[in-house]
């Protein structure tokens, strides 16, 4: 089966000091025990950069873009990541390393 996963589900996976965290984390590794298919979309992405980037002050996870930019990428390599419209993506990816 496949499962779409929210934005929540990846900021609780990141937030290890949140109180959801332990279940998320054992509801991902039960999934992918039994091999079942976790995806994400661009979306998630882009809302996790939003939520990762905001300083911890207004609930956010405080990181600078480094830490973000690679948080992204672990997600890619952990979630599998169907495009919705690769040129959207791939203009998002460059405006966030632009600017």
């Known amino acids: 089966m496949t ?3 929210d934005t929540n589900i990846l900021l609780r996976l990141r937030q290890t000091n949140h109180p959801q965290h332990s279940s998320v984390l054992k509801a991902i590794l039960l999934l992918k025990k039994k ?11 882009r809302e996790f950069w939003v939520v990762a980037t905001r300083p911890v002050e207004v609930n956010g ?14 997600l890619k390599t952990i979630f599998i990541l169907y495009e919705d419209n690769p040129g959207i993506f791939q203009q998002w990816e460059m405006l966030i390393r632009k600017y």
């Open 3 to 5: 499962y779409l996963l």
């Open 35 to 45: 091999q079942e298919s976790l995806c994400i979309f661009p979306q998630n992405l």
């Open 61 to 74: 996870l405080g990181l600078d873009f480094q830490q973000a930019l690679e948080e992204i990428q672990l």
